[in-house]
Structures are given as structure tokens and as C-alpha cells.
């Protein structure tokens, strides 16, 4: 059965730090891309980032970049985001999901086949 399970979320003041993880099961992190997404009440969920089976290429949206890692470790089967100088707006649940492939249109929702329940990040003072 696959599954994705992801974890880590919190609450944590700005400028903070948190890691997210996505451990997937019922398949192999090396044929899959894997691609993280959020969400906040009201609006679309939109990408966050996206890195390839082979660990290449990585995308990340503009409203993250320089602030948030994405990597994986196929020996664990899981991916991770590692979130620094955290803002209030990236409050959000976040999603990890998989896909074939992430390319020029990683942050296309309807590219991935499987998604996790989704873990709640809240940044606030």
C-alpha cells in the first residue's frame, strides 16, 4: 500500500527553524519525485519545492528561496525540508507528494499521483 506520512511540523517564532519529513512506503523514493506543497484556509495549495528521484534537478518556489532545503535519503525512503528564518506567512499545513517526475511544472497539483495527510506549521510570535 503506498503512504506518505509526513512529520515534523510545529509552532515556532519567526526566524526559527523546523524540519519537515516525508517517509514513504509501499514504494521507492528512486523512481519517484517527490515535491512539497502548503496550504493556508481560503487559498490554493501552492509548491514549495520539488526535488527529482535522482536527487537532480531541485525547484523551489521564489517565496522560499535561500531559506528552505529540500533533500532525501533513499536508504530511509524519506525526504526532508529543512525550513530556516521562518516567517509567519509560511504558516500552513504542508504536503509532501510524489510524482514520475518533477520538471518545469513541478508545482502543478495534478503531476503527483500520491499524497500524505499533511502536517500544520505555525509560525507566530
Known amino acids: 500500500q503506498v503512504q506518505l506520512v509526513e512529520s515534523g511540523g510545529g509552532s515556532v517564532q519567526p526566524s526559527g527553524s523546523l524540519r519537515l519529513s516525508c517517509a514513504a512506503s509501499?514504494?521507492?523514493?528512486?523512481?519517484?519525485?517527490i515535491g512539497w506543497f502548503r496550504q493556508t484556509p481560503g487559498k490554493e495549495r501552492e509548491g514549495v519545492s520539488c526535488?527529482?528521484?535522482?536527487?537532480?534537478?531541485?525547484y523551489y518556489a521564489d517565496s522560499v528561496k535561500g531559506r528552505f532545503t529540500i533533500s532525501k535519503d533513499n536508504t530511509k525512503n524519506t525526504v526532508y525540508l529543512q525550513m530556516n528564518s521562518l516567517k509567519p506567512e509560511d504558516t500552513a499545513v504542508y504536503y509532501c507528494?510524489?510524482?514520475?517526475?518533477?520538471?518545469?511544472?513541478?508545482?502543478?497539483?495534478?503531476?503527483?499521483?500520491?499524497w500524505g495527510q499533511g502536517t500544520q506549521v505555525t509560525v507566530s510570535s
Open positions: 507528494a510524489a510524482a514520475r517526475v518533477c520538471g518545469f511544472r513541478w508545482d502543478a497539483r495534478s503531476l503527483y499521483n500520491y
Open positions: 509501499g514504494f521507492t523514493l528512486r523512481d519517484y519525485a
Open positions: 526535488i527529482s528521484s535522482s536527487g537532480a534537478p531541485i
